[in-house]
């Protein structure tokens, strides 16, 4: 009788320790998947904020050398009127 209490009870630790790393081994998988995807969320923020930023710059680039066309246009215009 106590050996067989013996290995139920060593098999009842077994199962438990089984148990418990599998549950660890999860835990640690979602914790490394909430890593990536907080990782590649923040680049996605960084590139859109990056393309953003290049997408103003060129446009307020364009618009100052269409004013300074204008106004280069409008100076000569004047100009040769006087």
Known sequence: MGSSCA??????????V???????????????VVVVVVVVVVVVVVVVV?????IVVVVVAVVLHVVIVVVVVVVVAVVIVV
Do not use: P, Q
């Not at 290995?7 to 438990?16: A, D, G, Q, S, T």
């Not at 990056?50 to 290049?54: K, L, M, P, T």
């Open 18 to 32: 089984v148990v418990e790393v599998v549950v660890v081994v999860i835990v640690a998988v979602v914790v490394a």
């Open 7 to 16: 290995k139920l009870i060593k098999h009842e630790v077994v199962v438990i």
């Open 50 to 54: 990056v393309v953003v930023v290049v």
